[in-house]
């Protein structure tokens, strides 16, 4: 039996991507779920995922809908898992966005904002809402950063500045929040194709969709793009009482493709 059958769950950004995977693979494992996301109609989606997932009990799930920006919202997301589940075990901050006008030639101070409210700022502040749950269950927090932290990307700069604070947030509060008995640590995808890309522009043009099909072969290991749920398994391993002494770690989930740097030659 799974150690994580019956822990509680919040994953932000849970309606599609890596976040779906992770909610789906939780409820697998026999994990409640809040799944949180702005898209109510994918929201619904990825719940009857989870549902179907863990064996068809709707009363393990729930959904809250609104912007992880919005400080009320992250208060609803908190208290609601409370009142529903009674405690906190997990927070997995995934939600994230990349933005076309982030680019070292033209990034923007809207941009610039945008990218660091939803990437560091909601990830800060909704932590904090949670170290007291999470304090009483001796729970954890897991991270969904990037390669992007330490690859130099200058047309992703500003979702690259944004994922390196995540990196250092990480490994500040897993000192910080040791005594606590609450373990800290990071995911750090590489090229997984998800919905985020939709705000980044990557599809709209041959140009850039060629970039992606050929920055996915020079991974090393398979030649390929990662998947949600290769990343998915990751998060999940964190969570778990396999990584008990594991803390204040970013893992490169990349397939190696970090070790060749960040060119495409």
């Known amino acids: 039996m799974s150690d994580l059958k019956d822990k509680v769950v919040i994953i932000t950004g849970s309606s599609s991507g890596i976040g779906e995977a992770a909610a789906i693979l939780f409820a697998q494992k026999g994990s409640k779920v809040t799944l949180c996301g702005r898209d109510q109609a994918r929201l619904q989606a990825a719940f009857d995922k989870c549902v179907q997932a863990g064996g068809g009990n709707k009363d393990s799930f729930q959904t809250v809908q609104g912007d992880v920006c919005d400080p009320e919202v992250r208060k609803q997301i908190i208290q609601q898992t409370i009142d529903k589940f009674g405690r906190l075990d997990v927070l997995v901050a995934n939600a994230g966005i990349i933005l076309e006008d982030g680019t070292l030639s033209n990034a923007t101070e809207a941009a610039f904002d945008t ?9 800060f502040f909704l932590i904090l809402e949670a170290i007291p749950h999470l304090e009483k ?19 992703e700069i500003i979702y690259s500045m944004s994922k390196a604070a995540v990196d250092h947030m990480t490994r500040t509060m897993a000192v910080g929040l040791g005594p606590k008995g609450i373990r800290v640590n990071a995911v750090n995808p590489t090229l997984v194709s998800t919905n985020i890309y939709r705000h980044y522009g990557v599809n709209a043009t041959e140009a850039n969709t060629t970039f992606l099909d050929k920055y996915a072969r020079l991974h090393p290991l398979h030649g390929r793009a990662s998947t949600p749920e290769e990343q998915a398994e990751v998060i999940v391993f964190l969570s778990s009482k396999a990584a008990n002494f594991v803390s204040g770690q970013c893992i490169l989930v990349d397939g190696a493709i970090t070790l060749q740097g960040a060119g495409t030659n």
Do not use: H, W
């Open 137 to 155: 269950t001796q729970g954890c927090i897991v991270n969904v950063s990037s390669t992007g932290s330490v690859l130099a990307f200058p047309d």
């Open 115 to 123: 990218t660091m409210d939803v990437n560091v700022k909601s990830v």
